[in-house]
C-alpha cells in the first residue's frame, strides 16, 4: 500500500515535470534546426532510469542473493534519494525561457489555462495522448510485462532478463537523441511514424523469437525491443510540445502526454496479462501490440508538423494569454 502511495505522488511529479523539461529545452533552443535533438534528451532520463535502475538490481541481487526481497530492494530504492536532490538543484537553477518571459510581459495571462486549452485545442490533446499508444504501451510489456512472461512462461532465471532489459535500455538511452536529430532532417512526423509502423511490426516477431527456447534468440528479442521505442521517443517530446500555442504549451503537452498513462502505459501489464491468462499464448498480446500502433498511426496522421518552424508565436487556433501561476 506504501509503494502504491508512493507511485501516485510520484505520477504526480512526472505530470508536472515532464511538460516542464521538454518545454525549457525547447524554448531555450537557439536554433530551429535542431529542436528534435535537444528535446529528445530530456526523454533520455526515462531508458536511462531504468537502465540505473536495472542495474542497481543486479548489483544488490547479487550481494543480498535470497535476501533481495527481504532487505536488498530497499537499498536501491533509498539510493534514489541522490537522483531526487540532484534533479532539484538542477531544476532550482534554471531560469524561465524567453517565450515565457515575453508573455508574461505582455501581460497576456490564462488564469485557467488547463480548462483554456482543453475549450480552445481538445484535438491537439486527444491526438497527443492517442499518438502515444504504440511507444507507451508496448514499452510497458517489454520492461515490466516480460519479467512475468520470462519467469513463468518461458522459465530464464531473473538476472538473464534483467541483464536483456539492461542492455535494451542502454540501447534505448543511446538511440533517443539520434532519432530526434533524425527527425529534425526528415521532419518529426515522418520520423514518428516509421516508429510507430516498426512498433507494430516487430511486435509480429518478438514472442516467435521469445518462444524460440533459444536463449541468444531471447536475448536478442528483448535487447532490441526498445529500438522502435526510442524511433518514437526520440521526437516525441518535440512533436506533442510544438502542437500547443506557447501560452496554452505547458498545460497542453503535459495533459496528452500523461493521458496516455491512463489508455495506453497503465493497462498495458494488465491487458497483456489477461490475455496471456485467456489464451495462454503471448501472440494475442503481439496483437494488442499491433493494434496499439494501428492507433497510432491514424493519431499522429492527423497531427501538425512544426518542425523546423517558429514556435514562439502564438498557433491560430488559439489566441490569448498564460498562466498567472507561471510555469509551476
Same mark, same amino acid.
Not at 509480429?204 to 526510442?230: C, D, E, Q, R
Not at 491487458?271 to 494501428?294: D, E, K
Not at 501538425?304 to 502564438?314: A, F, K, Q, V, W
Given at each position: 500500500?506504501?509503494?502504491?502511495?508512493?507511485?501516485?505522488?510520484?505520477?504526480?511529479?512526472? =505530470?508536472?515535470?515532464?511538460?516542464?523539461?521538454?518545454?525549457?529545452?525547447?524554448?531555450?533552443?537557439?536554433?530551429?534546426?535542431?529542436?528534435?535533438?535537444?528535446?529528445?534528451?530530456?526523454?533520455?532520463?526515462?531508458?536511462?532510469?531504468?537502465?540505473?535502475?536495472?542495474?542497481?538490481?543486479?548489483?544488490? &541481487?547479487?550481494?543480498?542473493?535470497?535476501?533481495?526481497?527481504?532487505?536488498?530492494?530497499?537499498?536501491?530504492?533509498?539510493?534514489?534519494?541522490?537522483?531526487?536532490?540532484?534533479?532539484?538543484?538542477?531544476?532550482?537553477?534554471?531560469?524561465?525561457? #524567453?517565450?515565457?518571459?515575453?508573455?508574461?510581459?505582455?501581460?497576456?495571462?490564462?488564469?485557467?489555462?488547463?480548462?483554456?486549452?482543453?475549450?480552445?485545442?481538445?484535438?491537439?490533446?486527444?491526438?497527443?495522448?492517442?499518438?502515444? %499508444?504504440?511507444?507507451?504501451?508496448?514499452?510497458?510489456?517489454?520492461?515490466?510485462?516480460?519479467?512475468?512472461?520470462?519467469?513463468?512462461? +518461458?522459465?530464464?532465471?531473473?538476472?538473464?532478463?534483467? &541483464?536483456?532489459? @539492461?542492455?535494451?535500455?542502454?540501447?534505448?538511452?543511446?538511440?533517443?537523441?539520434?532519432?530526434?536529430?533524425? &527527425?529534425?532532417?526528415?521532419?518529426?512526423?515522418? %520520423?514518428?511514424?516509421?516508429?510507430?509502423?516498426?512498433?507494430?511490426?516487430?511486435? +509480429?516477431?518478438?514472442?516467435?523469437?521469445?518462444?524460440? =527456447?533459444?536463449?541468444?534468440?531471447?536475448? @536478442?528479442?528483448?535487447?532490441?525491443?526498445?529500438?522502435?521505442?526510442?524511433?518514437?521517443?526520440?521526437?516525441?517530446?518535440?512533436?506533442?510540445?510544438?502542437?500547443?500555442?506557447?501560452? @496554452?504549451?505547458?498545460?497542453?503537452?503535459?495533459?496528452?502526454?500523461?493521458?496516455?498513462?491512463?489508455?495506453?502505459?497503465?493497462?498495458? #501489464?494488465?491487458?497483456?496479462?489477461?490475455?496471456?491468462?485467456?489464451?495462454?499464448?503471448?501472440?494475442?498480446?503481439? =496483437?494488442?501490440?499491433?493494434?496499439?500502433?494501428?492507433?497510432?498511426?491514424?493519431?499522429?496522421?492527423?497531427? #501538425?508538423?512544426?518542425?523546423?518552424?517558429?514556435?514562439?508565436?502564438?498557433?491560430?487556433?488559439?489566441?490569448?494569454?498564460?498562466?498567472?501561476?507561471?510555469?509551476?
Amino acid at each position: 500500500m506504501i509503494l502504491t502511495v508512493l507511485r501516485f505522488i510520484q505520477g504526480i511529479g512526472v =505530470g508536472g515535470e515532464w511538460g516542464g523539461s521538454a518545454l525549457l529545452s525547447m524554448e531555450w533552443a537557439r536554433t530551429n534546426k535542431h529542436r528534435g535533438f535537444i528535446v529528445a534528451w530530456p526523454q533520455v532520463g526515462g531508458p536511462g532510469g531504468l537502465f540505473l535502475a536495472t542495474l542497481a538490481t543486479l548489483v544488490f &541481487s547479487a550481494i543480498s542473493g535470497d535476501q533481495f526481497l527481504t532487505w536488498g530492494w530497499r537499498v536501491p530504492f533509498l539510493i534514489s534519494i541522490v537522483m531526487v536532490v540532484i534533479g532539484l538543484y538542477i531544476r532550482l537553477g534554471i531560469l524561465e525561457t #524567453p517565450t515565457f518571459q515575453r508573455l508574461v510581459a505582455e501581460d497576456r495571462i490564462e488564469r485557467a489555462p488547463i480548462i483554456e486549452v482543453v475549450k480552445r485545442q481538445p484535438k491537439q490533446i486527444i491526438l497527443s495522448a492517442l499518438a502515444r %499508444m504504440a511507444e507507451q504501451a508496448p514499452a510497458y510489456i517489454y520492461f515490466s510485462f516480460i519479467f512475468v512472461y520470462g519467469r513463468d512462461i +518461458l522459465h530464464y532465471p531473473r538476472d538473464f532478463l534483467l &541483464s536483456a532489459v @539492461l542492455v535494451a535500455a542502454a540501447i534505448d538511452t543511446i538511440g533517443i537523441p539520434i532519432f530526434g536529430h533524425i &527527425s529534425d532532417r526528415i521532419g518529426r512526423k515522418r %520520423m514518428y511514424l516509421i516508429g510507430a509502423v516498426a512498433t507494430g511490426l516487430y511486435a +509480429l516477431v518478438y514472442f516467435p523469437m521469445l518462444n524460440s =527456447g533459444v536463449p541468444t534468440l531471447v536475448f @536478442l528479442g528483448i535487447v532490441f525491443s526498445l529500438i522502435p521505442h526510442s524511433m518514437m521517443y526520440g521526437p516525441q517530446g518535440a512533436l506533442i510540445a510544438e502542437c500547443f500555442t506557447p501560452r @496554452l504549451r505547458y498545460s497542453g503537452a503535459s495533459l496528452g502526454y500523461q493521458l496516455a498513462s491512463i489508455v495506453a502505459g497503465g493497462p498495458a #501489464p494488465l491487458i497483456a496479462t489477461a490475455l496471456l491468462a485467456a489464451y495462454g499464448s503471448g501472440y494475442p498480446i503481439a =496483437g494488442y501490440i499491433f493494434l496499439c500502433a494501428v492507433v497510432s498511426i491514424v493519431a499522429t496522421s492527423f497531427l #501538425p508538423d512544426y518542425t523546423n518552424r517558429d514556435i514562439h508565436e502564438e498557433h491560430s487556433e488559439a489566441k490569448g494569454a498564460v498562466s498567472s501561476t507561471g510555469r509551476a
